[in-house]
């Protein structure tokens, strides 16, 4: 896989103007781009085409749940905007899952799809709010092997969840990975962080990176840096 594509920025931004001034600062050679529900909410399509303009790969993070037909449209909506990589919750469940996989196949260009299984956000305790009484590890690989089952292309989980998941899974089956860190950064509202070169040791296929490369004074050379450290492993 090209270095250039296992790093995704996370375009964090409430709007147009301040997600323009940070890809102003980025090259497409060193990394794609991720836009969640935030920014596109309030930009829509239009930036997924600025983007595209500037040659970068789009990860549309939308994270649809709903019921099969919906998420069939609103993925056939995503793959219609040409982006290489959209996502869907897995506790939708095998019949959406299978709605999601039949929109994208069906695309010109189809992006990879992959799942969500727990949200790095809940805990054991969550889970028992919500009914779920399995130990969390258990859920998410049921989660995981689910969307396997249901041939999508991959997961999003936490990197430190790769040591127990990596091994039940075949090669191709990607792990897309946030909560990265390099050592001199704040941890900000991530708890379980890994760098960039532990990531991608541990199995992960793609980083997420937000704020060590928006916050950075010098994002250019903060994402230089990490494509260098990936480089290595
Ligand atoms: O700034 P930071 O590097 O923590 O950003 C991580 C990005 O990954 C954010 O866009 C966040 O929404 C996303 N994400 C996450 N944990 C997940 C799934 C997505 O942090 N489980």
């Known amino acids: 896989m090209a270095a250039a594509h296992k790093v995704i920025v996370a375009l964090d931004y409430a709007n147009l ?38 040659n970068f790969k789009v990860f549309l993070d939308l994270k649809f749940h709903d019921i099969p037909s919906t998420v069939k449209k609103a993925c056939e909506a995503a793959s219609q905007l040409g982006v290489w990589m959209i996502n869907v919750h897995a ?39 919500i009914g779920v009484t399995r130990n969390l590890e258990d859920q998410v690989l049921r989660l995981a092997k689910l969307a396997e089952k249901s041939r999508l292309n991959g997961i999003v989980c936490s990197a430190r969840d790769l040591v127990f998941l990596r091994n039940h899974f075949n090669p191709s089956f990607l792990f897309v990975t946030p909560g990265i860190r390099m050592t001199e950064d704040a941890t900000n509202d991530q708890i379980r962080t ?16 937000g704020r060590p490369i928006t916050q950075s004074k010098d994002p250019s050379k903060t994402l230089e840096k990490i494509f260098l450290e990936i480089n290595q492993s």
């Open 17 to 54: 103007a301040d997600a323009k001034s940070l890809v102003s600062q980025l090259k497409p050679e060193y990394c794609n781009l991720k836009v969640g529900k935030e920014l596109f909410t309030a930009t829509g399509p239009a930036l997924i085409d600025y983007l595209h303009s500037k």
């Open 91 to 129: 506790s939708g469940g095998a019949i959406m899952l299978e709605a999601a996989l039949e929109a994208v196949s069906k695309a010109k260009q189809p992006p990879l799809l992959i799942a969500v299984t727990v949200l790095t956000s809940m805990d054991q305790k969550t889970l028992e709010e």
């Open 194 to 209: 890994m760098t960039p070169f532990e990531a991608m040791k541990s199995g992960s296929s793609h980083l997420v990176i």
